[in-house]
Protein backbone atom coordinates (compact mmCIF):
# COMPACT_ATOMS: atom_id res chain seq x y z
CA UNK A 1 0.00 0.00 0.00
CA UNK A 2 1.36 3.54 -0.89
CA UNK A 3 0.57 6.39 1.50
CA UNK A 4 0.82 9.92 -0.10
CA UNK A 5 0.72 13.11 1.52
CA UNK A 6 -0.32 16.00 0.16
CA UNK A 7 1.67 18.92 2.10
CA UNK A 8 2.68 22.51 2.32
CA UNK A 9 2.83 25.05 4.96
CA UNK A 10 1.18 27.68 2.51
CA UNK A 11 -2.43 27.74 1.92
CA UNK A 12 -4.65 27.51 -1.70
CA UNK A 13 -1.55 26.01 -3.33
CA UNK A 14 -3.58 23.00 -4.85
CA UNK A 15 -3.59 20.71 -2.67
CA UNK A 16 -6.80 19.57 -2.45
CA UNK A 17 -7.03 20.01 -6.16
CA UNK A 18 -4.36 17.37 -6.18
CA UNK A 19 -4.95 15.03 -3.95
CA UNK A 20 -9.11 14.79 -5.27
CA UNK A 21 -7.57 14.71 -9.21
CA UNK A 22 -5.13 12.04 -7.99
CA UNK A 23 -6.58 9.72 -6.45
CA UNK A 24 -9.25 9.55 -9.35
CA UNK A 25 -7.23 8.82 -11.29
CA UNK A 26 -5.13 6.06 -9.87
CA UNK A 27 -9.28 5.05 -8.68
CA UNK A 28 -9.96 4.70 -12.24
CA UNK A 29 -6.89 2.82 -13.06
CA UNK A 30 -8.08 0.26 -10.87
CA UNK A 31 -6.59 0.63 -7.82
CA UNK A 32 -8.58 0.87 -4.57
CA UNK A 33 -7.91 4.18 -2.90
CA UNK A 34 -8.67 6.19 0.48
CA UNK A 35 -9.03 9.88 0.84
CA UNK A 36 -8.59 11.30 3.90
CA UNK A 37 -9.42 14.93 4.34
CA UNK A 38 -7.62 15.72 7.93
CA UNK A 39 -8.24 19.92 6.78
CA UNK A 40 -10.55 21.54 9.12
CA UNK A 41 -11.77 23.65 6.33
CA UNK A 42 -13.43 20.24 4.88
CA UNK A 43 -12.99 20.94 1.22
CA UNK A 44 -11.61 17.75 0.23
CA UNK A 45 -14.48 16.07 1.68
CA UNK A 46 -17.42 18.42 -0.27
CA UNK A 47 -15.36 17.80 -3.60
CA UNK A 48 -17.07 14.73 -4.90
CA UNK A 49 -20.78 13.51 -4.38
CA UNK A 50 -21.18 10.28 -1.74
CA UNK A 51 -22.65 6.94 -2.74
CA UNK A 52 -22.54 6.47 1.29
CA UNK A 53 -22.02 8.50 4.29
CA UNK A 54 -20.18 6.82 7.22
CA UNK A 55 -21.55 7.86 10.71
CA UNK A 56 -18.48 8.96 11.70
CA UNK A 57 -14.92 10.82 10.24
CA UNK A 58 -11.91 11.74 11.02
CA UNK A 59 -11.91 12.85 14.48
CA UNK A 60 -13.08 9.18 15.09
CA UNK A 61 -10.56 7.66 12.94
CA UNK A 62 -8.10 9.28 14.84
CA UNK A 63 -9.06 9.63 18.24
CA UNK A 64 -11.05 6.56 19.03
CA UNK A 65 -10.01 2.80 19.21
CA UNK A 66 -7.78 0.68 16.65
CA UNK A 67 -10.49 -1.40 15.02
CA UNK A 68 -11.97 -2.64 12.63
CA UNK A 69 -15.33 -1.79 13.68
CA UNK A 70 -14.31 1.74 14.43
CA UNK A 71 -11.98 2.14 11.24
CA UNK A 72 -14.93 0.87 9.05
CA UNK A 73 -17.20 3.17 10.53
CA UNK A 74 -15.35 6.27 9.43
CA UNK A 75 -15.41 5.31 5.76
CA UNK A 76 -17.63 6.79 2.99
CA UNK A 77 -17.89 5.80 -0.68
CA UNK A 78 -17.87 8.32 -3.62
CA UNK A 79 -20.08 7.24 -6.01
CA UNK A 80 -16.81 6.55 -8.13
CA UNK A 81 -15.95 3.02 -7.61
CA UNK A 82 -12.85 2.41 -6.08
CA UNK A 83 -12.85 5.66 -4.21
CA UNK A 84 -13.20 6.28 -0.43
CA UNK A 85 -13.01 9.36 1.77
CA UNK A 86 -12.72 9.91 5.37
CA UNK A 87 -13.81 13.04 5.76
CA UNK A 88 -12.99 15.75 7.90
CA UNK A 89 -15.43 16.18 10.91
CA UNK A 90 -13.12 18.43 13.22
CA UNK A 91 -14.49 21.64 12.69
CA UNK A 92 -13.58 23.47 15.95
CA UNK A 93 -10.14 22.04 15.52
CA UNK A 94 -10.45 19.64 18.11
CA UNK A 95 -7.51 17.10 17.17
CA UNK A 96 -4.89 19.47 16.98
CA UNK A 97 -5.89 20.17 20.73
CA UNK A 98 -6.65 16.94 22.21
CA UNK A 99 -2.96 15.44 21.04
CA UNK A 100 -0.89 18.51 21.28
CA UNK A 101 0.73 16.79 24.01
CA UNK A 102 0.32 12.82 23.97
CA UNK A 103 3.40 11.55 23.05
CA UNK A 104 2.04 9.53 20.35
CA UNK A 105 1.07 12.27 18.47
CA UNK A 106 3.58 11.28 15.67
CA UNK A 107 1.89 8.23 15.01
CA UNK A 108 -1.48 9.33 15.15
CA UNK A 109 -2.20 8.37 11.39
CA UNK A 110 0.67 5.84 10.78
CA UNK A 111 -0.92 3.32 13.97
CA UNK A 112 -3.80 3.89 12.19
CA UNK A 113 -2.69 3.17 8.47
CA UNK A 114 -1.10 -0.06 9.80
CA UNK A 115 -4.24 -1.79 10.61
CA UNK A 116 -4.62 -4.97 8.75
CA UNK A 117 -8.24 -3.69 7.56
CA UNK A 118 -6.92 -1.04 5.82
CA UNK A 119 -3.45 -2.45 4.22
CA UNK A 120 -6.35 -5.37 2.98
CA UNK A 121 -8.96 -3.16 0.87
CA UNK A 122 -6.45 -0.11 -0.43
CA UNK A 123 -3.84 0.24 -2.79
CA UNK A 124 -3.27 3.77 -1.96
CA UNK A 125 -4.24 6.23 0.90
CA UNK A 126 -3.60 9.96 0.02
CA UNK A 127 -3.64 12.34 2.90
CA UNK A 128 -4.94 16.14 1.98
CA UNK A 129 -3.50 18.16 4.57
CA UNK A 130 -4.40 21.90 6.27
CA UNK A 131 -1.88 24.73 4.77
CA UNK A 132 -0.33 25.25 8.07
CA UNK A 133 2.06 23.67 10.62
CA UNK A 134 0.74 21.55 13.07
CA UNK A 135 0.56 18.12 15.05
CA UNK A 136 -1.60 16.54 12.57
CA UNK A 137 0.43 17.92 9.40
CA UNK A 138 3.41 16.34 11.19
CA UNK A 139 1.76 12.86 11.84
CA UNK A 140 0.67 12.63 8.23
CA UNK A 141 4.08 12.96 6.88
CA UNK A 142 5.46 10.60 9.00
CA UNK A 143 2.41 8.06 7.87
CA UNK A 144 3.71 8.83 4.34
CA UNK A 145 5.73 6.63 1.59
CA UNK A 146 5.88 10.03 -0.22
CA UNK A 147 5.15 13.57 0.42
CA UNK A 148 3.98 15.65 -2.18
CA UNK A 149 3.83 19.27 -2.01
CA UNK A 150 2.57 21.67 -4.71
CA UNK A 151 3.98 25.04 -5.11
CA UNK A 152 2.83 27.92 -7.19
CA UNK A 153 4.95 29.70 -9.16
CA UNK A 154 4.90 32.97 -7.54
CA UNK A 155 6.99 34.63 -5.25
CA UNK A 156 5.18 34.21 -1.74
CA UNK A 157 4.57 30.74 -2.45
CA UNK A 158 8.45 30.08 -3.67
CA UNK A 159 9.23 31.80 -0.54
CA UNK A 160 7.46 29.71 1.88
CA UNK A 161 7.87 26.29 0.51
CA UNK A 162 11.49 27.02 1.04
CA UNK A 163 11.17 28.34 3.98
CA UNK A 164 8.07 27.10 5.85
CA UNK A 165 7.31 23.15 4.01
CA UNK A 166 11.35 22.62 4.16
CA UNK A 167 11.88 23.62 7.47
CA UNK A 168 8.18 21.40 8.56
CA UNK A 169 10.38 18.43 6.96
CA UNK A 170 13.42 19.14 8.84
CA UNK A 171 11.93 18.51 11.91
CA UNK A 172 10.53 15.38 10.78
CA UNK A 173 14.31 14.51 10.81
CA UNK A 174 13.39 14.31 14.55
CA UNK A 175 11.39 11.47 14.11
CA UNK A 176 14.25 9.42 13.53
CA UNK A 177 15.13 9.02 16.77
CA UNK A 178 11.98 7.52 17.34
CA UNK A 179 12.64 5.08 13.87
CA UNK A 180 10.53 7.34 11.71
CA UNK A 181 11.99 7.60 8.34
CA UNK A 182 11.42 11.21 6.62
CA UNK A 183 9.54 10.10 3.62
CA UNK A 184 10.72 11.74 0.01
CA UNK A 185 9.57 14.78 -0.96
CA UNK A 186 7.93 15.24 -4.44
CA UNK A 187 7.72 19.22 -5.33
CA UNK A 188 5.26 20.07 -8.17
CA UNK A 189 4.80 22.88 -9.83
CA UNK A 190 2.04 24.14 -9.45
CA UNK A 191 -1.11 26.09 -11.80
CA UNK A 192 1.61 28.12 -13.66
CA UNK A 193 0.36 30.56 -15.47
CA UNK A 194 2.05 31.92 -18.67
CA UNK A 195 3.61 34.83 -16.86
CA UNK A 196 7.06 35.81 -17.75
CA UNK A 197 7.19 36.34 -14.08
CA UNK A 198 5.41 32.51 -13.32
CA UNK A 199 8.23 31.20 -15.81
CA UNK A 200 11.04 32.98 -14.32
CA UNK A 201 9.87 31.59 -10.92
CA UNK A 202 9.86 28.01 -11.96
CA UNK A 203 13.21 28.38 -13.47
CA UNK A 204 14.72 29.66 -9.88
CA UNK A 205 12.56 26.51 -8.52
CA UNK A 206 14.06 24.39 -10.60
CA UNK A 207 17.88 25.50 -10.16
CA UNK A 208 16.93 25.60 -6.69
CA UNK A 209 16.06 22.11 -6.67
CA UNK A 210 19.10 21.14 -8.67
CA UNK A 211 21.33 22.51 -6.46
CA UNK A 212 20.24 20.72 -3.67
CA UNK A 213 22.23 17.57 -2.81
CA UNK A 214 19.28 15.91 -1.01
CA UNK A 215 18.35 12.76 -3.62
CA UNK A 216 15.16 12.65 -1.08
CA UNK A 217 13.90 15.66 -2.53
CA UNK A 218 12.80 16.34 -6.25
CA UNK A 219 10.62 18.30 -8.77
CA UNK A 220 8.55 16.38 -10.55
CA UNK A 221 9.22 17.14 -14.52
CA UNK A 222 6.18 17.70 -14.66
CA UNK A 223 3.90 21.25 -14.77
CA UNK A 224 0.60 21.36 -13.88
CA UNK A 225 -0.64 24.79 -15.39
CA UNK A 226 -2.95 27.35 -14.18
CA UNK A 227 -6.13 26.13 -16.76
CA UNK A 228 -10.22 26.61 -16.10
CA UNK A 229 -10.92 22.62 -16.32
CA UNK A 230 -9.37 22.11 -12.88
CA UNK A 231 -11.74 24.98 -11.28
CA UNK A 232 -14.68 23.57 -13.84
CA UNK A 233 -14.00 20.02 -12.57
CA UNK A 234 -13.97 21.09 -8.66
CA UNK A 235 -17.69 23.17 -9.58
CA UNK A 236 -19.09 19.92 -11.44
CA UNK A 237 -18.05 17.64 -8.67
CA UNK A 238 -16.24 15.27 -11.60
CA UNK A 239 -12.73 14.54 -11.62
CA UNK A 240 -10.58 16.44 -13.82
CA UNK A 241 -9.34 13.52 -15.73
CA UNK A 242 -13.26 13.07 -16.98
CA UNK A 243 -13.53 16.47 -17.64
CA UNK A 244 -11.06 17.60 -20.15
CA UNK A 245 -9.97 15.05 -22.31
CA UNK A 246 -8.45 17.44 -25.28
CA UNK A 247 -7.12 20.18 -25.16
CA UNK A 248 -6.51 22.81 -28.12
CA UNK A 249 -3.42 25.17 -27.74
CA UNK A 250 0.20 24.92 -26.17
CA UNK A 251 -0.28 22.47 -22.91
CA UNK A 252 -1.83 19.09 -22.91
CA UNK A 253 -5.23 18.07 -21.65
CA UNK A 254 -6.02 18.22 -17.95
CA UNK A 255 -6.47 14.27 -18.23
CA UNK A 256 -2.79 13.86 -19.73
CA UNK A 257 -1.55 15.89 -17.09
CA UNK A 258 -3.04 13.51 -14.50
CA UNK A 259 -2.15 10.65 -16.24
CA UNK A 260 1.14 11.69 -16.74
CA UNK A 261 1.68 12.52 -12.81
CA UNK A 262 0.75 9.22 -12.36
CA UNK A 263 3.42 7.82 -14.31
CA UNK A 264 6.37 10.17 -12.73
CA UNK A 265 5.13 9.07 -9.39
CA UNK A 266 5.15 5.95 -10.37
CA UNK A 267 7.42 5.11 -13.31
CA UNK A 268 6.91 1.60 -13.79
CA UNK A 269 3.30 2.12 -14.99
CA UNK A 270 4.12 3.92 -18.27
CA UNK A 271 4.95 0.89 -19.83
CA UNK A 272 1.75 -0.60 -19.19
CA UNK A 273 -0.37 2.29 -21.34
CA UNK A 274 -2.19 3.18 -18.46
CA UNK A 275 -5.19 4.97 -19.78
CA UNK A 276 -7.71 4.61 -16.79
CA UNK A 277 -9.07 1.04 -16.97
CA UNK A 278 -9.06 -1.57 -14.76
CA UNK A 279 -5.38 -3.30 -14.46
CA UNK A 280 -4.92 -5.13 -11.41
CA UNK A 281 -1.19 -4.33 -10.19
CA UNK A 282 0.07 -3.85 -7.00
CA UNK A 283 0.52 -0.38 -6.75
CA UNK A 284 3.29 -0.80 -4.15
CA UNK A 285 5.73 -2.17 -6.30
CA UNK A 286 5.01 0.32 -8.88
CA UNK A 287 6.50 3.17 -6.78
CA UNK A 288 10.07 4.44 -7.81
CA UNK A 289 12.52 2.72 -5.55
CA UNK A 290 12.71 5.06 -2.16
CA UNK A 291 16.46 4.20 -1.59
CA UNK A 292 17.27 6.70 -3.79
CA UNK A 293 20.67 6.67 -2.73
CA UNK A 294 22.34 6.19 -6.11
CA UNK A 295 20.27 8.61 -7.68
CA UNK A 296 23.21 11.59 -7.84
CA UNK A 297 22.61 15.07 -8.44
CA UNK A 298 23.65 14.52 -12.22
CA UNK A 299 21.07 12.06 -12.76
CA UNK A 300 18.38 14.28 -10.64
CA UNK A 301 19.27 17.32 -12.94
CA UNK A 302 18.87 15.61 -15.76
CA UNK A 303 15.42 13.99 -14.99
CA UNK A 304 14.93 17.64 -14.08
CA UNK A 305 15.78 18.41 -17.87
CA UNK A 306 14.08 15.69 -19.58
CA UNK A 307 10.69 16.74 -20.47
CA UNK A 308 7.46 15.60 -19.63
CA UNK A 309 5.81 12.41 -21.09
CA UNK A 310 4.08 13.85 -23.94
N1 LIG B 1 -4.57 23.91 -12.10
C1 LIG B 1 -5.31 24.89 -11.63
N2 LIG B 1 -5.49 26.03 -12.34
C2 LIG B 1 -6.21 27.06 -11.87
N3 LIG B 1 -6.82 27.05 -10.67
C3 LIG B 1 -6.70 25.97 -9.90
C4 LIG B 1 -5.94 24.83 -10.34
N4 LIG B 1 -6.01 23.91 -9.35
C5 LIG B 1 -6.75 24.42 -8.37
N5 LIG B 1 -7.17 25.65 -8.68
C6 LIG B 1 -7.97 26.55 -7.83
O1 LIG B 1 -7.09 27.13 -6.87
C7 LIG B 1 -7.76 27.29 -5.62
C8 LIG B 1 -6.96 26.64 -4.50
O2 LIG B 1 -6.91 25.25 -4.73
P1 LIG B 1 -7.04 24.21 -3.53
O3 LIG B 1 -8.26 24.46 -2.72
O4 LIG B 1 -6.87 22.87 -4.13
O5 LIG B 1 -5.75 24.61 -2.67
P2 LIG B 1 -5.37 24.15 -1.21
O6 LIG B 1 -3.89 24.15 -1.13
O7 LIG B 1 -6.07 22.89 -0.87
O8 LIG B 1 -5.97 25.32 -0.32
P3 LIG B 1 -6.11 25.34 1.28
O9 LIG B 1 -4.74 25.55 1.83
O10 LIG B 1 -7.03 26.50 1.52
O11 LIG B 1 -6.69 24.04 1.69
C9 LIG B 1 -9.15 26.71 -5.82
O12 LIG B 1 -10.04 27.74 -6.10
C10 LIG B 1 -9.00 25.80 -7.02
O13 LIG B 1 -10.20 25.64 -7.75
MG1 LIG C 1 -7.25 22.36 0.77
Redesign the pocket.
Known amino acids: MVIIT?F?T???????????NLSAVLADMGFRVLMIDT?V?P??SKYFPLHYRAPNGVVEFLLEKNDETTIRSTISNTIYPNLDIIFSNDVSDDVQVKVQNRPDRAFLLRSKLVHPYIAENYDAVLI?T???VGVIQDAACFAANLVLS?IMPETLSAREFISGTQDALERLAHGSIMNLPIPPLRALI??RDRTKDARMISEQIRKYFNSTLDPNKRLLTLE????????EA?TLRIPVHCHEYTHSGKSSS?RRQMINLVYELFPSIEEQKVECHLFGDNLENLLPEENTANLSAENIQNGAEDGSHE
Open positions: VSKGGTGKTTVTADQSLDQGSPYAIPSAKAYKSA
